[in-house]
């Protein structure tokens, strides 16, 4: 589980975001939508420990994400929106070093291909070099690791960016497969499709603050699209 309480952070004199109050829990994907700056990105960041929080609290799994951070990191995955791997070895080489790297296991071959399968990567192409791999086939291989490692919870930052709608929606069918194993998927993305496509609750941040939250189930995509657009001028004439 996912957890911000009263969840600030402040850059000078910008409140980049204020007093984030969010629930994520296992078996959800909530999908954070809003424009640049809108504190998206800085979410995700604190829960990382990639920067502190000037007050409140990011909880991964009920464990304070800037006091015991390496505690935290262990029930993780983060997929950014470009997946780092090494170019020279191939998707199998590159589950076997980074899931190894991770806890210390090494995996036969056989169930590294099946990780890298159920992610959606064809097993024709996971002894082939990444280098040669699309975008979409890296974050396959991206989600193979956060399934070796058995994450609890899944951060992910702008994932479908540059990806065709074939490989998005691929990518969609791979996160309810998360899903359905009881993560918590927390999603930074503008892509309102996708939004509508794999969250169980859309949340649509403006300057720093959650200011609406919905049910995925309740809204089509044009009704998200209204209701976004609508959150925007009403932030507009507030700020």
Do not use: W
């Not at 994520?24 to 604190?46: D, H, I, R």
């Not at 990639?50 to 304070?64: E, H, K, N, R, Y």
């Not at 899944?154 to 309810?176: K, Q, V, W, Y």
């Amino acid at each position: 589980m996912l957890e911000a309480r009263s969840l600030s952070k402040r850059y000078g004199d910008t409140l980049a975001l204020d007093r984030l109050d969010l629930t994520v829990a296992p078996g959800e994907v909530f999908c954070l939508l809003g424009p640049n700056g809108a504190g998206k990105t800085t979410t995700v960041n604190l829960f990382l420990n990639f920067v502190s929080p000037t007050s409140g609290q990011a909880l991964v799994c009920g464990i304070d994400a800037e006091k015991e951070p390496q505690r935290a990191r262990r029930a993780l995955a983060y997929i950014p929106e470009m997946v780092t791997l090494y170019p020279a070895l191939s998707g199998l080489e590159n589950l076997g070093y980074f899931s190894t790297l991770a806890d210390g296991v090494q995996r036969p071959q056989g169930e590294l291909l099946r990780l890298l399968t159920q992610a959606g990567l064809d097993a024709a192409r996971a002894a082939q070099k990444v280098g040669g791999y699309s975008k979409g086939m890296r974050q396959k291989v991206g989600i193979a690791i956060a399934m070796a490692r058995g994450a609890r919870a899944l951060l992910l930052d702008e994932p479908t960016s540059g990806l065709d709608p074939r490989a998005a929606n691929e990518f969609a069918a791979s996160i309810d497969a998360l899903r359905r194993q009881g993560v918590a998927v927390l999603m930074v993305t503008h892509d309102l499709f996708l939004a509508r496509q794999c969250a169980t609750r859309v949340g649509i941040m403006q300057r720093g603050r959650l200011v609406t939250v919905l049910d995925a189930a309740t809204v089509d995509p044009a009704g998200l699209e209204r209701v976004y657009l609508e959150s925007s001028m009403e932030e507009g004439l507030t700020a």
